[in-house]
């Protein structure tokens, strides 16, 4: 209840921030940028934009890498929201991270190839994620490279806005630290909640999207992994192997383990039996780059 209450009074700020400053810089902004996750949140802000009930008309997917980002996303991206956006005349694209080089650099590729750091919320042995450069580096950052070259400057920063809704408004705080780029929340000014975005993409006539995260993300859910393991048992595998991986060169190294869950031991013992409930709740990706 008490977390309820605070939960809306964050909503209400939030709200009303996001209220005036939208309409403070709508004056003399040159960019406004939807940071398109490939979740309900994302893909709702899409269909309401469509309705004109929303202003974005740029929409930015910050793809990780096709052998990061969950399938079911990529899937969902290319075969539902990419048509969906081309037919109501919103433009919707892929940003990805490059290297020095210009090649693009997917997550699960600096993963294996880095040796000192991990960049995902890996977690530690008491179970909590440790540090990350994931969500900076593979979406902020290149997020704000577009909107830097799309017009946006220190003096007249460009707007993005994230899709945070209400059930996890405790994600938002307009806090960046790109000096040529402000967030906004307009499903916090909205007043939506996750399941109201499932109905707005149902009602426009479109399939709900599965969650978005890399299928490899440390703040899973027990309940995620357990799915994953079911219906996609050869993800599930892969996700597995990726940690062996990571702590067999963490032992060459002389370094402690590490884990994809909280539970302080391999991923496919922590699931080997089929359990149905787990005493856990989650941590989130604060940013709502991730997951929405
Ligand atoms: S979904 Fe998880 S692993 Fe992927 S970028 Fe976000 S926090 Fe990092």
Same mark, same amino acid.
Request: a negative charge; glycine letters at 4%.
């Given at each position: 209840m008490a977390h309820n209450v605070k939960q809306e009074? &964050? &909503?209400r700020l939030l709200a009303d =921030?996001? /209220? /005036?400053? /939208?309409c403070l810089l709508d004056a003399v902004s040159p960019v406004q940028v939807m940071s398109f996750g490939g979740g309900v949140q994302s893909v709702a802000i899409l269909v309401l +934009?469509? $309705?004109g009930k929303l202003p974005y008309k740029h929409f930015l997917?910050?793809? &990780?890498?096709?052998? /990061? =980002?969950?399938p079911g996303t990529l899937e969902y991206f290319r075969h539902v929201a990419l048509p969906f956006a081309e037919s109501e005349g919103l433009h919707l694209w892929e940003v990805r991270r490059r290297m020095k080089d210009g090649t693009p650099e997917t997550l699960i590729g600096r993963l294996r190839r880095t040796k000192s750091s991990i960049s995902i919320p890996i977690r530690m042995q008491n179970g909590a994620p440790g540090n990350r450069t994931c969500t900076t580096d593979f979406k902020i950052k290149v997020i704000a490279k577009e909107l830097k070259e799309m017009g946006a400057t220190k003096e007249n920063p460009g707007i993005v806005g994230i899709g945070i809704s209400t059930d996890e408004a405790h994600r938002a705080n307009n806090r960046t630290v790109i000096a040529w780029e402000r967030t906004e929340y307009p499903l916090l000014k909205l007043r939506l909640s996750r399941s109201d975005c499932a109905r707005i993409i149902r009602d426009a006539g479109?399939? =709900?999207p599965p969650k978005s995260a890399c299928w490899f993300c440390?703040?899973?859910?027990? +309940?995620? *992994? $357990?799915?994953? $393991?079911r219906e996609e048992p050869e993800l599930f595998q892969k996700a597995v192997e990726l940690e062996r991986f990571i702590n067999e060169r963490r032992r060459r190294l002389g370094k402690d #383990?590490? *884990?994809l869950t909280r539970f302080g031991k391999p991923l496919d013992e922590v699931f080997s039996v089929t359990q149905t409930e787990l005493p856990f709740e989650l941590d989130n990706? =604060? #940013?709502?780059y991730c997951m929405t």
């Open positions: 009074k &964050v &909503v =921030e996001a /209220s /005036s400053f /939208s +934009s469509a $309705q997917f910050a793809n &990780v890498g096709d052998d /990061s =980002e969950y479109l399939p =709900e440390p703040f899973h859910r027990p +309940s995620e *992994w $357990q799915r994953l $393991q #383990s590490v *884990w990706c =604060e #940013s709502g």
